[in-house]
């Protein structure tokens, strides 16, 4: 059994212009210590997606259909008593501006024990011998208990925060791109120390617009495009073999410092989602593009054990 | 080749404010030496990447050589003039001949004004144009920059245009005055990837046509390697490692510049072993660390590291490094 199953998922934005299908028939798997990164760019869907599976999409955002099973139960049909024993204690969350979870009145050492306190019923003075501990896990000394957020830089409050979320050892962890904000050396300590936590044995759910960092340390990528997830694969598949054209239009885009000194843009633009183009949302941008492509949407087709891709070149056949 | 643009030992410092208390117990005004004595040359139609991570003070080189921020001492020279202690009525002229282009697109339009008029704009204040001259000039403009039918363009309003698009007319803006020097401040950071070689492309196409010199400040090395004749890489205010390109990347010499490259991710190495990593963070600019300043993240770190701050040295041709323990020799 998969540790999560996202299947068929339908997240849109009601808004006053329209409908946003921001997430818009999406599934995916995720297996026990497995790490997936969804890759695309702003407005793809990617964050919402995330936001989804812990049941955190902002108003006007609804989810309109689909399920979330997360090892074995369907995160979308629990009351709120049961889905708030899972969030925190078996999923856990990071998101970009750690400030979002930090409380910017609260020592982080209380903020971290609090975890325990709440979910383990330990009395504060062990719930801070173990935050201590768990400072040191995430590379801080034991000190930082008695600091407050602002006395810290960007990547240390972003460590306090996966200290936060890996407190309970949850089997999942999601994060929205946590290290966009950091610079690049901090942004791969920061990596260093979410992969030591895949070790032990946490899948992660990792959310980036950086197809780079993503191929660095996943062991699978998932593209989407327009709130399609247009490929999916392990890395190799992925990033050696790229079945879909907005793949290959990304890889080529991607300035790679051991790669060619050259960079390719995709031409056109993103189209609006309140208004997306009929069949393949990518088709306005594609140069392999064929009748086809303007009429029906493809879907998604296992090319290879394990690869799957929507795209009609890969569908009609001959390929 | 001809120097446009030349920074000797430039220096910024910026007070740190003081509290009342700080005042009443006399406790010494604080500095933070964001740039502290930066010197290169930009020779006409060269690329100069300056490369750093946050608060290492690129962005305010950048505003130094444009005499945006007035600096604390040291000297620009400009076209073999130096403008260093020119006034603002003296900078006026040469304002033609050097822009600026920002990270935010979006911040540095106008939001009330037709896109067409802010890029027709720079033409009027100079007096280079009569009205009907610069709608035609800035009509050209938005055509060459791939915002086409320009008639259409012309007359829309910033937050009508996708991110990409708004920083085609920044770069309109900045070109239609034909400069002679560009600094361009993390054009594509706010790019979506897909969209980014066409903007650097842009900017690419303007040098060659304009003969343009550009210092390109950024985060990104891999962005930087792909525009740039030469890398000047920053940490702490100070230039650790300067020069060609490639050779930099290829053969980085101080310790600080191969970190920056090990960590940057990359698709084609992604199963690289090992990197060379470094410990905490940039310290505090206000009170750097006595000898080489990055000798307390530094693994090769000796002695003479912290006594004494090496020099800028030629170690290879035209490939300047600040450091005594020079790596692969």
Known sequence: ?319 | MSVVVEAVDLRKYFPVPRSIIDVLLHRPREYVRAVDGVSFKIYEGETLALIGESGCGKTTTGRLLLRLEEPTSGRIVFMGRDITRLKPRELRPLRREMQMIFQDPYASLNPRMRIGDQIAHPLLIHKLATPREAREKALEMLKRVGLTPPHEFYERYPHQLSGGQRQRVVIARAMILKPRFVVADEPVSMIDVSMRASILDLLESFRREYRLSMLFITHDISIGRIVSDRIAVMYLGRIVEMGPTEEVIRNPKHPYTRALIDAVPSIARRKRGKKLRIKGEVPDPRSPPPGCRFHPRCPFATEICRGEEPDLVEVGRDHYVRCFHLLGK
């Open chain 1, 1 to 319: 059994m998969p540790l999560l199953e996202i299947d068929g998922l339908r997240i849109y934005y009601y808004t006053l212009s329209g409908i946003v299908k921001a997430v818009d028939n999406v599934s995916l798997v995720i297996g026990e210590n497995e790490w997936v990164s969804i890759v695309g760019e702003s407005g793809c869907g990617k964050s919402t997606l995330a936001y989804g599976v812990v049941r955190l999409v902002p108003p006007p955002g609804r989810i309109v259909s689909g399920r979330i099973m997360f090892r074995g139960r369907n995160l979308l049909s629990m009351d709120r008593e049961e889905f708030r024993s899972i969030l925190g204690r078996e999923i856990g969350m990071v998101f970009q501006d750690p400030m979002t979870s930090l409380d910017p009145l609260r020592r982080v050492g209380d903020q971290v024990a609090e975890m325990f306190t709440t979910h383990l019923g330990i009395d504060r003075g062990e719930a801070l011998e173990k935050a201590g501990e768990l400072l040191e896990v995430v590379g801080l000394s034991r000190d930082y208990i008695n600091y407050y957020p602002h006395q810290l830089s960007g990547g240390q409050r972003q460590r306090i925060s996966i200290a936060i979320a890996m407190s309970l050892k949850p089997k999942l962890l999601i994060a929205d791109e946590p290290t966009t904000a950091l610079d690049v050396i901090v942004q791969d300590t920061i990596m260093d120390l979410i992969e030591g936590f895949k070790r032990e044995g946490t899948s992660i759910l990792f959310i980036t617009h950086d197809l780079a960092l993503a191929a660095e340390r996943s062991d699978k990528i998932a593209v989407m495009y327009a709130g399609k997830l247009v490929e999916f694969g392990t890395v190799d598949q992925v990033v050696d073999n790229p079945q879909h054209p907005y793949t290959m239009g990304l890889l080529h885009s991607v300035p790679d410092l051991w790669g060619p000194r050259r960079i390719e843009s995709i031409p056109g633009y993103p189209p609006d989602l309140r208004d997306p183009p009929p069949g393949c949302r990518f088709h306005p941008r594609c140069r392999f593009r064929i009748d086809m492509c303007s009429r029906e949407e493809p879907e998604l087709i296992e090319v290879e054990e394990g690869h799957y891709v929507a795209c009609w070149l890969r569908s009609s056949g001959g390929g």
